[in-house]
């Protein structure tokens, strides 16, 4: 079956975000396994190259990290053409879909957070056979929507034949529009470590990588105590690429990485330390000591789904905050057969799913 799929691309478009690029990836190779022949339908956002400039200028209010950006978002672009499969053109929005809309037998609005606005696309509203619509692991980025939202989202998720959500909070939000919706893995943990296209191992292994999103303050992630960590440890420290939040860091512990740059430091590190979902999720795919730090002020929604990603995996031990400290939570041992037990029964509820729907 031809099936095109509705995600993160317009994001990966104005950012460098790692896990809305690898969890197509993962999703496509999921499809692939099961003899499909999925694509990722390329709808864009109405935003101009030069307004896009001025944007990055603004937040990064620095030519060089500027610069490292746009290096940086090439490599995403190559790594596009190499390893996924998409549209023959992008799109611009869900009116230029309606008028050429693209062919498939189904179609897939997921994973990542598809329902956190009310992206028409994104719910598939160009598609006018709700019997070919699928949801899969879609995030609502929160654990409720206020009544607004709610009237208009509604009718529109009715309208498809199956939806599976990626946190347990969307079950009930769902429930409450009178859907029922499966509790289902983001496409990341569909496959494993080994599928992951990553660069060659650097040699270097004595290393703390961190991933953080959303910084609007250093002590919102307790960096000088992250930094007092590595140094205890006798780890180098490497914070990865982390969407505008650059100009906090040294220029000596900060890396702008490629997608398979990413995927290899996160093989190579010796543990991780991230307040981001994916973060977390990739620490628990290469079987790596982690912490996670719950993010704070505007952008604490987004804890909805890492608490629901611990919970899941029976490791909500691994969040550092309080009067914890660094090493403490960090030398907590992590039982992986458990964990793999865990994934393993969540696989084959996808599995089912798909079986259930024909694919």
């Known amino acids: 079956m031809k099936i095109g799929v509705i995600s993160s691309y317009a994001c990966v478009q104005v950012s460098n975000n790692y896990g809305a690029l690898l969890q197509y990836f993962a999703l496509q190779c999921y499809l692939l396994r099961r003899g499909h022949e999925p694509y990722w339908i390329r709808s864009v956002l109405p935003q ?25 978002h090439k490599a995403f672009e190559d790594f596009q053409r190499r390893y996924l499969s998409v549209s023959y053109r992008e799109y611009h929005g869900n ?62 998720i009715r309208d498809f034949a199956h939806v599976s959500v990626r946190e347990a909070s969307g079950v009930d939000i769902c429930r409450s529009m009178g859907v029922d919706a499966l509790h ?40 000088d105590e992250i930094r007092k960590y590595a140094v205890d440890e006798e780890l180098e420290s490497l914070i990865m690429s982390c969407q505008y939040s650059e100009c906090f860091f040294n220029k000596s512990e900060l890396a702008m990485p490629s997608p398979e740059e990413w995927l290899r430091n996160y093989h190579d590190a010796k543990c991780i330390v991230t307040n981001t979902f994916h973060g977390t999720v990739f620490a628990i795919i290469f079987r790596k000591p982690f912490v996670t730090i719950l993010q704070s002020g505007a952008s604490s929604k987004q804890n909805t789904r890492i608490l629901s990603l611990l919970e899941m995996f029976g490791l909500q031990e691994r969040k550092w905050g309080g009067d914890s400290e660094l090493a403490d939570v960090m030398a907590k041992p992590i039982n992986w057969l458990d964990v793999e037990s865990r994934l393993e029964a969540y696989r084959r509820n996808t599995d089912r799913f798909f079986q259930n729907i024909g694919l």
């Not at 230029?96 to 897939?108: E, M, S, W």
Request: charge should be positive.
């Open 48 to 72: 101009s190259s030069l307004r896009l400039f001025a944007r990055h200028m603004k937040n990064y209010q620095s030519l060089r990290l500027v610069g490292a950006f746009y290096k940086c």
């Open 184 to 223: 289902l893995l983001d496409p990341t943990l569909l496959i494993d470590a080994d599928a992951y296209p990553r660069e060659k191992s650097s040699g270097r292994k004595n290393f703390l990588a961190c991933y953080f999103l959303n910084v609007t303050d250093i002590r919102s992630i307790r960096l």
């Open 95 to 156: 009116d230029d879909l309606c008028k050429d809309c693209p062919l498939a037998d189904f179609y897939i609005t997921g994973s990542d957070q598809v329902w956190g606005a009310d992206l028409k696309e994104n719910y598939l509203r160009f598609v006018t056979d709700h019997k070919k619509k699928i949801a899969y692991a879609a995030s609502f980025g929160r654990d409720q929507i206020d009544s607004i939202q709610m009237a208009t989202l509604t009718p529109w």
